[in-house]
């Protein structure tokens, strides 16, 4: 006899998968590099990788990078970055004012005069540099699986 299967399961199954095979192309030596690229001017205390600032921008970077992922197929198939961007733009917004949240609330009762047009900026261009690759990486998947 045939096993039902629930699509929520199916769907998460395959999500799954595809968070394993993007993260598998990841580096944790490039994330580091691109939050002290990105957030050092802002920062300057910015200097241990295993900061609690520094881990939270790193776990920020894997879900914009995950999130590009996602949509990384429809690249494959034609569709222009910037349509398919449009189309994640919400779950993108979503995650840019959390991370600024997160970078305002640890850095407010430490630098009062901080500039939050400055952090939004920051944190707007780090997932959106985030996104791109997670964006690319799933193209280049897609192209060397579907000749």
């Known amino acids: 006899m045939a096993e039902v299967l629930s699509f929520i399961e199916v769907k998460r199954q395959k999500d799954f ?3 394993k095979n993007l993260l598998k192309e990841l580096s944790l030596r490039q994330i580091i590099q691109s ?3 990105c957030l050092t001017p802002l920062f300057p205390f910015l200097h241990d990788e295993r900061d609690i600032i520094s881990e939270g921008c790193i776990d920020f970077a894997i879900e914009a990078y995950l999130l590009g992922g996602r949509f990384g197929i429809f690249g494959y198939y034609g569709e222009s970055m910037q349509s398919i961007n449009a ?12 991370f600024f949240d997160y970078l305002y609330n640890w850095t407010h009762e430490q630098y009062s005069t901080f500039d939050k047009n400055m952090v939004y900026e920051a944190s707007r ?3 959106k ?3 791109t690759e997670g964006f690319t990486q799933r ?3 897609c192209k060397l699986r579907m000749r």
């Open 17 to 19: 998968e595809l968070e």
């Open 35 to 37: 939050v002290k690229a």
């Open 87 to 98: 189309r994640s733009e919400r779950e993108e917004e979503e995650l840019r004012l959390e």
């Open 125 to 127: 261009q780090f997932i």
């Open 129 to 131: 540099d985030w996104w």
């Open 139 to 141: 193209e280049k998947q």
